[in-house]
């Protein structure tokens, strides 16, 4: 009787290796050894690991994006409030992983961004994305004169945004919080009226 897998899975156990270990150094096996699949089982998903990675990307994109909305459309805090919110609960998920994973999009992005072109278009459009979400989330709390308006509400957002990529990519060097705590004042001080 045939074995039946699911892709969802796979998916999921894969990019959570490549979270940990990266792109170059997440072969294909080990891929087969956590989900505990034969060699054409993958093949039958995917036509290569660039294939894998990208599927990836897209499903854990898909993730966060959902998980981003949910907190910046809970009307229960101010706009303002919402995006310091989304930063603490980000850092609190890097902290508890001791800044050794990060975030697959920007992992993906540092390792293969140059070298994969496939990759590198999945990439920015995961992060156009998201951007897009918290620039919406910018501009009602630049409406309700809570976040400066001296710049558009999408600048703010890649600023926002990447300057969290930047800190990030800091404490995972030197497993310190104490980058996370900077960019929470310095980066939030900058963007409120």
Not at 59 to 72: D, F, G
């Amino acid at each position: 009787m045939k074995q039946k897998h699911n892709i969802n899975k796979i998916l999921e156990n894969g990019l959570e290796l490549i979270r940990e270990k990266g792109y170059h150094n997440t072969g294909i096996d080990d891929i087969l050894k956590v989900n505990q699949i034969p060699k054409g089982s993958f093949y039958n998903f995917f036509k290569s690991k660039e294939e894998f990675s990208i599927r990836a990307l897209q499903r854990y994109t898909n993730q966060q994006t959902k998980w981003v909305e949910e907190i910046l459309s809970n009307k229960s805090r101010t706009a303002f409030e919402r995006l310091q919110y989304l930063y603490i609960k980000l850092i609190a998920g890097n902290l508890e992983e001791n800044c050794r994973k990060g975030c697959l999009v920007g992992n993906m992005t540092q390792e293969m961004g140059g070298l994969s072109e496939a990759i590198s278009k999945q990439a920015d459009k995961s992060l156009q994305g998201i951007t897009a979400i918290i620039a919406s989330c910018i501009q009602e709390g630049q409406e309700a004169g809570e976040i400066r308006s001296d710049y558009s509400a999408g600048d703010l957002a890649e600023y926002l945004h990447n300057s969290f990529y930047g800190f990030l990519l800091r404490a995972k060097a030197s497993r310190h919080s104490k980058h996370f705590d900077i960019f929470m004042e310095m980066v939030f001080n900058f963007i409120k009226k």
